[in-house]
């Protein structure tokens, strides 16, 4: 490959991705406590919870991935919308997200449910540390937009989610987001 330039649009994403994934609530139902919210917003309308577009690079080591996710508002019951989520195949690769806009809550948790949350917000630069599952929410009114740069040889582990879910997850509170633990809601 060459060197090449991506460059955002107004909405701080991609534009010309060489790949786009979206995420509708039918995609995402299983990841929400409240399952019952969940085919609530199915049967009106299946809306999209996110979307990533991505800029394919050969999976390799040194190579970099990045891409620019849209998560939009909006609650499953008070959980908040957010990503699936996802361990990397690789255990020894980080991850670095950059806030665009928008106001969110990246939370990370480790194999014996250790978790941290962070407040993802205008300018936030994160670094994931390897090892950590990690996941993102919209906690605001507007869409959070982020930028993800990660080893392009990283690898997604979505199974592993899928099948034991995060022990937290963040819900509406009285007063903003709260971390809960998810057998709570259920």
């Excluded at 919308?81 to 361990?87: D, P």
Aim: charged content about 25%.
């Amino acid at each position: 490959m060459e060197p090449f330039v991506k460059f955002t649009g107004a909405s701080g994403l991609m534009e010309q991705p060489d790949n786009v994934v979206i995420r509708k609530m039918s995609d995402m139902a299983a990841a929400y406590a409240d399952s019952q919210k969940a085919r609530q917003w199915i049967e009106n309308g299946d809306p999209v919870v996110y979307e990533m577009l991505e800029a394919l690079v050969p999976q390799a080591a040194g190579e970099l991935m990045f891409c620019t996710t849209r998560i939009n508002p909006g609650t499953v019951g008070r959980e908040y919308f957010m990503t699936k989520g996802h361990y990397h195949e690789d255990p020894t690769t980080a991850e670095i997200y950059y806030t665009v806009s928008g106001r969110g809550i990246l939370l990370a948790e480790t194999k014996d449910r250790r978790h941290v949350a962070l407040e993802m917000r205008k300018g936030s630069i994160i670094h994931v540390e390897p090892g950590w599952a990690h996941r993102t929410y919209n906690t605001g009114e507007e869409p959070l937009v982020f930028l993800a740069v990660y080893p392009a040889n990283a690898g997604h582990d979505y199974r592993t989610i899928e099948q034991e879910g995060f022990a937290h997850t963040v819900v509406k509170g009285d007063n903003g987001p709260v971390v809960v633990k998810t057998s709570t809601l259920r």
